[in-house]
């Protein structure tokens, strides 16, 4: 059997599995993001503990009675809330928007499903149609960098360091961050644009309810979204 007989029947084969393996690596990339976001959101979450103890601690210890409330909680307190806080935080976004991209349906046309999607939310918007697919698009960007950081770290420390092992390190990152973003992240976008469609067709029946489809979710995904920004350090690989 020659090579390229192996070759065509594997990538048979692998077509054949896209539709078992592609879901699951939306979600997956969609989770890597969600707890990367989570991660500088926990940070966040810290630095506002902190500055809201402070603040209590210096109120308390004015007074003879209330000075042993000082140190009721300390830093292994604040550390562990900030952490569960986020850990919320992230399993509220997988159930949103991970778990349901094991449903995805790739189609042919899905390019023009896109823009017809877009279009369709541009000229009907509703909060879900607007929040749920920019959330998607922002937390898989930071799963793929994520993915991209732990394969450039990976590739400079077998290589030992030096100039030639971070130049080559930095360039398999920014291809890994392309060939993610093409590959998996505009489906999840895709999909979670398909979903908030179909449930704002079914239950936006006024200006009122499109505000309100989705404005919970919102509540949650889009403070999420914004620490994933700073979990997407782009230019990083560039540097």
Do not use: N
């Not at 899905?110 to 999607?117: Q, T």
């Amino acid at each position: 059997m020659r090579f390229a007989d192996v070759t065509r029947g594997a990538a048979r084969l692998a077509d054949r599995l896209r539709f078992l393996f592609l879901p699951i690596a939306l979600c997956a990339l969609v989770a890597v993001g969600a707890h990367a976001a989570a991660e500088v959101a926990s940070e966040r979450i810290l630095s506002l503990v902190d500055a809201l103890d402070a603040a209590l601690d210096s109120f308390f210890s004015r007074f003879a009675l209330t000075t042993p409330l000082v140190d009721w909680i300390g830093p292994a307190q604040r550390i562990g809330f900030a952490r569960a806080l986020a850990l919320v935080w992230e399993l509220c976004a997988d159930a949103l928007i991970a778990l349901p991209l094991l449903g995805y349906d790739e189609r042919a046309d899905e390019v023009k499903r896109f823009r017809a999607l877009c279009e369709k939310a541009w000229k009907r918007p509703t909060t879900l149609r607007v929040v749920r697919p920019i959330a998607t698009a922002v937390i898989a960007l930071a799963g793929a960098c994520s993915t991209a950081r732990l394969l450039q770290g990976s590739v400079h420390l077998a290589l030992h360091g030096g100039a030639f092992a971070g130049f080559l390190a930095r360039g398999l990152a920014v291809v890994a961050v392309c060939a993610l973003v093409a590959s998996l992240a505009w489906r999840a976008v895709v999909h979670a644009l398909l979903r908030a469609d179909r449930t704002s067709d079914r239950r936006a029946r006024s200006w009122r309810s499109s505000l309100a489809l989705g404005a919970p979710s919102a509540v949650v995904l889009l403070p999420l979204a914004m620490a994933g920004l700073r979990a997407a350090p782009l230019l990083s690989f560039l540097r």
